[in-house]
Nanobody, 122 residues
Framework: QVQLVESGGGLVQAGGSLRLSCAAS????????MGWFRQVPGKEREFVAVISMSGAGIFYADSAKGRFTISRDNAKAMVYLEMNSLKPEDTAVYYCAASSRITIAADDFGSWGQGTQVTVSS
């Protein structure tokens, strides 16, 4: 298991930007693919982006393509989500998660952070 702590959420106007960070500790960070998910009350957790162990493989949800960028720094055990051109519908709690597989399925991620709130005002 790896422990994850997100930061960087907040309130931003539509069209603005935020950078989420996720700090990992515990077992070898580079052994995990890292994902970002988001959730709004009453809805299921939604996949946003995933990055492979080396960082060479990246996949985005359609809602994130062209606006969000996922990256990682294995030396610092950090993963980031740069979010640009934010929309009110991006409002959610954002979670980072770790998986031993390269996957976009939430059930395949065994470690989760506590989440960070992102609110986009119109």
């Amino acid at each position: 298991q790896v422990q994850l702590v997100e930061s960087g959420g907040g309130l931003v106007q539509a069209g603005g930007s935020l950078r989420l960070s996720c700090a990992a500790s515990g077992r070898t960070f580079s052994s995990y693919s890292m994902g970002w998910f988001r959730q709004v009350p009453g809805k299921e957790r939604e996949f946003v982006a995933v990055i492979s162990m080396s960082g060479a493989g990246i996949f985005y949800a359609d809602s994130a393509k062209g606006r969000f960028t996922i990256s990682r720094d294995n030396a610092k055990a950090m993963v980031y989500l740069e979010m640009n051109s934010l929309k009110p519908e991006d409002t959610a709690v954002y979670y980072c998660a770790a998986s031993s597989r390269i996957t976009i399925a939430a059930d395949d991620f065994g470690s989760w952070g506590q989440g960070t709130q992102v609110t986009v005002s119109s």
